[in-house]
């Protein structure tokens, strides 16, 4: 791989190029494969359980049905089903999950273990926003109509994608809800990058929840082998589901850029970058005090605009799994992940182990 040590000019960011790294090392002896937070879900009522097992079987329902009618699909009946997943009562009753988690315990008292507390919180979160939340956006432009000049056919084959990958997050995320098709995420298929960016390209002039008209624009620079298996891409698809719904979330105007680089000797660097408010960058300022490192910290942050705060958590878990590392600090010193902002953009950049063997890749569909 060439090195990567900033961004080209061309992309108009202005992001400074000592924060992003020259080189990064993977200390692990063996591959990460994407396990390691999961949730057994015994914190939840069970109703609260049959919600989660909905949204999983109606996401697999939407991808089962394009994939057996794929020469011809019956894109009337699968946007039907789309919409059923994503009317707003239902929504909304996913999102109010991780508000039903039980309070956490006085230390000897009875009650659920704070620490098992906390990755339920940031599994529900993952369910609730990430894929979810885009797939949301992507039915609403589908039953409002669309932008002038916009394919229709891109935007609903994207929202298909999006539940499959969906889907496939929540098999990482709960193994209860499916151990076979877990199983079988586990088996060696080897992912190449368009497995994870394509269903984001069609992201052009959708509703934000700011009012913004917002689009995707992708720079990819990288275009090799980056996971072993369905397990693994489906905790990257956690990591960069995560960062796009934040873009989206808080952009106030287009483009939202992505950008994939490779970075020496065997890491891919994902960065997202989106326009935001004057009042988001003071509270940034304001909560992490010039250390863009508290946004990857559980809770010490806080969220914005009704959010839990843990979605960069997460990403930091995974990132720190991936590569080997002993914890945040340590990625965070190292620019293995990190966030910055100034005039007016918002960035956050996190890398992965690019897979070094083999020459085959599974299709993105």
Not at 154 to 171: I, N, Q, T
Request: charge should be negative; hydrophobic fraction near 40%.
């Amino acid at each position: 791989m060439s090195p990567s040590a900033s961004l080209p000019e061309s992309t108009g960011l202005p992001l400074p190029e000592a924060v992003l790294p020259r080189r990064l090392a993977n200390h692990r002896s063996r591959r990460y494969r994407g396990e390691g937070f999961e949730w057994d879900g015994q914190e939840l009522m069970p109703q609260g359980r049959r919600v989660l097992i909905r949204l999983y079987h109606g996401l697999e329902e939407v991808y089962q049905q394009w994939r057996g009618q794929r020469s011809n699909p019956d894109w009337e009946s699968l946007e039907a089903r789309i919409a059923r997943l994503t009317e707003e009562s239902f929504v909304a009753r996913v999102e109010s999950l991780v508000h039903e988690l039980p309070a956490s315990r006085p230390d000897g008292g009875a009650g659920p273990d704070a620490t098992r507390l906390l990755q339920a919180g940031k599994v529900l979160h993952d369910i609730r926003g990430g894929g979810f939340t885009s797939l949301v956006v992507y039915s609403r432009a589908l039953e409002e109509g669309l932008p002038a000049g916009l394919p229709q056919d891109d935007l609903r084959l994207s929202a298909v994608f999006l539940a499959r990958d969906h889907a496939k997050m929540m098999r990482n995320a709960l193994p209860w809800i499916d151990p076979e098709g877990r199983r079988r995420d586990l088996e060696e298929q080897p992912h190449r990058v368009e497995a994870l960016l394509g269903k984001w390209r069609s992201m052009d002039r959708l509703p934000s929840p700011r009012g913004a008209s917002v689009s995707v624009k992708v720079a990819q620079r990288y275009d090799g082998l980056l996971a072993s298996c369905c397990l693994e891409v489906s905790a990257l698809e956690r990591v960069l589901s995560n960062l796009l719904a934040n873009a989206v979330r808080f952009a106030i105007a287009s483009p939202i850029r992505v950008e994939v680089d490779p970075v020496e000797p065997d890491a891919v660097r994902w960065l997202v970058a989106n326009r935001i408010a004057p009042d988001d960058a003071a509270w940034l300022h304001e909560r992490c005090r010039g250390e863009a490192g508290h946004l990857f910290r559980s809770r010490v942050a806080g969220g914005r605009a009704g959010g839990e705060g843990l979605g960069l958590a997460t990403c930091a878990d995974f990132v720190c799994a991936a590569f080997g590392l002993e914890g945040v600090d340590q990625a965070l010193q190292a620019g293995y992940l990190g966030a910055w902002w100034g005039e007016g953009w918002f960035m956050v950049w996190v890398h992965w182990p690019a897979l070094a063997h083999g020459d085959d890749a599974v299709p993105a569909s």
